[in-house]
């Protein structure tokens, strides 16, 4: 089955610097990645989402890029705000009509420091 | 936000006692998923469904069961609950009409002593 690993585990920056965290998947069938924030107490609430058919897709502050070939993808957050604080899981699965399990990396504690 | 309510939200229960915790949607999603989260481990798939009464195994699926008789309810039990069954349950529903999002409810932490 399909492996993800996410890193680093803790990642702390200073307001309006950059985060970056960076997941690895196994299996080359995987075609959907997607990003979650969970803040605590709280569900995980997707943030951005990538295809394999996608090198990069960017959202405001947040992007996403993909390496099919190397099979790692990561997430960028740019200009960090303290409401960016949160655990932030990556995941990845091989969509198919019978829905869409999804592998999670372990996630990342950001911490964004004033 | 996604209307997805769970229950409860927490319990607490003894070894060998059966549980069942609700997922409960209003947005007429066909997908549903339950999914646990261990420190150290994310999210780990247990069970899903794909339709009424269509149901699959996931990831973890071992010692748990569930069963969807309407397209807003599926069902996760626990026959006989376990120590290492001690978690935070997630439900999430996705349509994959339009999107293959998830959307995750607010989580059930289910303590078993």
């Known amino acids: 089955g399909e492996n993800v690993e996410q890193h680093p585990s803790t990642l702390s920056v200073q307001e309006g610097d950059s985060a970056v965290i960076k997941c690895t998947y196994s299996?080359?069938?995987?075609?959907?990645f997607p990003w979650y924030k969970q803040e605590l107490g709280k569900g995980p609430q997707l943030i951005i989402d990538?295809?394999?058919?996608?090198g990069e897709k960017k959202d405001q502050r947040i992007a996403v890029t993909l390496n099919k070939t190397a099979k790692h993808f990561s997430l960028h957050i740019t200009e960090t705000q303290p409401e960016d604080s949160a655990v932030y899981f990556c995941?990845?699965?091989?969509?198919?009509?019978?829905?869409?399990?999804?592998?999670f990396g372990t996630g990342t504690q950001l911490k964004v420091e004033l | 936000d996604a209307g997805i309510t769970q229950s409860p939200r927490h319990k607490v229960t003894e070894t060998g006692t059966p549980v069942t915790l609700r997922c409960h949607q209003t947005?007429?999603?066909?997908?549903m998923y339950w999914y646990r989260q261990d420190p150290g481990h994310g999210l780990r798939l247990i069970h899903y469904?794909?339709?009424?009464?269509?149901?699959d195994k996931g990831e973890v699926s071992d010692g748990y069961s569930v069963s969807r008789s309407k397209t807003e309810d599926f069902l996760l039990t626990l026959e006989s609950a376990t120590s290492s069954q001690t978690s935070v349950y997630f439900c999430?529903?996705?349509?994959?009409?339009?999107?293959?999002?998830?959307?995750f409810g607010p989580g059930t932490r289910l303590t078993v002593l």
């Open positions: 947005e007429n999603h066909r997908y």
């Open positions: 995941a990845a699965s091989k969509v198919t009509g019978g829905g869409n399990k999804l592998t």
């Open positions: 469904s794909y339709g009424v009464k269509d149901t």
């Open positions: 999430a529903i996705s349509d994959h009409v339009d999107t293959d999002t998830q959307y």
């Open positions: 990538i295809r394999s058919n996608v």
């Open positions: 299996d080359s069938a995987s075609n959907y």
